[in-house]
């Protein structure tokens, strides 16, 4: 699947030999605050967890995976957009539900980058699929993430404990339902 670019940005379906863009961006504790306190990401944590996870998940027909996000005029890498079934790592992953998440470098926040980015592949991706909700997770504290959430059109669900194999968080749930032209 080929995204559009956006206004200001393009985007390219990430794969394993984007281990050193994906450890970069871990580097800025402001960036892994909210994910794990503000602790850098290793390598090898990179390349024993994170690109297979990935790579479970990723499928470039359907468009799931992590899209980077970079500028469209200047090409500098800004972040990234991932895409995937809500509780895909569950037993019953939810095929017609798309979770979206996206982590930025701190140098673009407050610019209206991320909002931008999870419109786009969000529209292109659900066009021409089954899909008919599309859904967020964040935890509460994480007022940004939560605003992208807010301006995308997107309602609070739910506050929960989400459990996931590499480490559980207490959350919050938006989603908004798909609506096709």
């Not at 994910?35 to 390349?47: A, D, F, R």
């Not at 990723?58 to 809500?86: A, F, N």
């Amino acid at each position: 699947m080929q995204i559009d670019d956006s206004k200001r940005l393009k985007f390219r379906l990430m794969d394993s030999d984007d281990a050193q863009a994906l450890w970069a961006l871990d580097q800025v504790p402001e960036v892994m605050k909210y994910l794990n306190g503000g602790k850098p990401t290793s390598m090898e944590l990179v390349n024993s967890t994170f690109i297979p996870r990935m790579e479970k998940y990723r499928d470039s027909d359907k468009g799931w995976g992590i899209w980077q996000v970079s500028d469209k005029v200047t090409d500098e890498y800004l972040g990234w957009v991932l895409i995937r079934p809500m509780s895909f790592f569950t037993d019953s992953p939810n095929f017609t539900d798309l979770e979206l998440g996206w982590r930025f470098f701190q140098s673009t926040w407050g610019k209206g980058y991320a909002t931008e980015a999870a419109i786009a592949i969000k529209d292109a991706i659900v066009a021409n699929s089954n899909v008919t909700h599309v859904s967020a997770l964040a935890v509460a504290d994480n007022l940004a993430s939560v605003g992208v959430m807010k301006k995308m059109g997107m309602n609070f669900v739910r506050a929960y404990l989400h459990t996931d194999p590499i480490g559980d968080f207490d959350a919050v749930h938006y989603q908004m339902p798909v609506t096709k032209c």
